[in-house]
């Protein structure tokens, strides 16, 4: 099966522009999360997306947009980039119920956003 | 402060030592709590998760203090691939958010 893929593998924009990052979940997974990882740090939350409706969000500006298509898919936009945007962008997917979430993320290889 | 704080290391051992980290938190609510292992320029993967009666996965060893709000994973018997950063991962009120120590870094020599 299919893990989590995401697109574009590296992208290098120039500030202020715009960039829309693509995920794919793993197959009957109907949670997506972001995440932003900053070289020699932790992946930090920016949002979790589950049947199309926004579930949770981090401490991020709102420049950082997504959302969720019918087939939980997910697209993460970030509008006037800025250097401090440089960081690899994780997806992950989970099975999520309303009562309880299994805890185990399935993380994409990640986009690397490169803001000259 | 930060939701999660973990030593950033690096942690350099032989094959074969033992070697423990720790990280806290700083949500007294956190349900939820886990390793996860990052090699370089790889994404993270679930190493395991933590209970509170404590957990063993082989070599690893997982310990979850509620009262002092840390979280410990021992690692016996290094071997050479255990080299990575190992995540200390906590969620938050809503299970929605898990947040992301900055990582340990493990550095196993032959």
């Known amino acids: 099966d299919a893990g989590v893929t995401q697109s574009p593998t590296h992208l290098i924009k120039t500030r202020g522009q715009q960039v829309t990052l693509r995920c794919s979940p793993i197959s009957g997974h109907k949670s997506v999360s972001w995440y932003q990882q900053v070289l020699g740090q932790g992946p930090q939350f920016i949002f979790q997306y589950y049947e199309k409706e926004e579930r949770g969000r981090g401490n991020f500006p709102d420049r950082f947009s997504a959302r969720q298509f019918p087939n939980y898919s997910s697209e993460l936009n970030v509008n006037a980039l800025l250097l401090g945007d440089s960081a690899l962008y994780l997806c992950?997917?989970?099975?999520?119920?309303?009562?309880?979430?299994?805890?185990?993320?399935?993380f994409g290889e990640g986009s690397r956003l490169t803001v000259l | 402060r930060k939701e999660v704080e973990q030593d950033p290391g690096p942690f350099n051992v032989p094959e074969g030592a033992t070697v423990a980290f720790n990280c806290t938190y700083s949500n007294s609510a956190s349900q939820s709590f886990f390793w996860y292992r990052q090699d370089c320029r790889k994404e993270p993967k679930l190493l395991m998760s933590?209970?509170?009666s404590g957990n063993e996965d082989g070599r690893f060893t997982a310990q979850l203090n509620r009262a002092s709000q840390y979280i410990s994973l021992l690692i016996r018997d290094s071997k050479l691939s255990d080299s990575a950063t190992y995540l200390c991962?906590?969620?938050?009120?809503?299970?929605?958010?898990?947040?992301f120590g900055s990582g340990t870094k493990l550095n196993v020599k032959p």
């Open positions: 991962v906590v969620n938050g009120n809503n299970f929605n958010k898990f947040y």
């Open positions: 992950a997917s989970s099975l999520y119920s309303q009562n309880a979430n299994t805890g185990e993320l399935f």
């Open positions: 933590v209970y509170s």
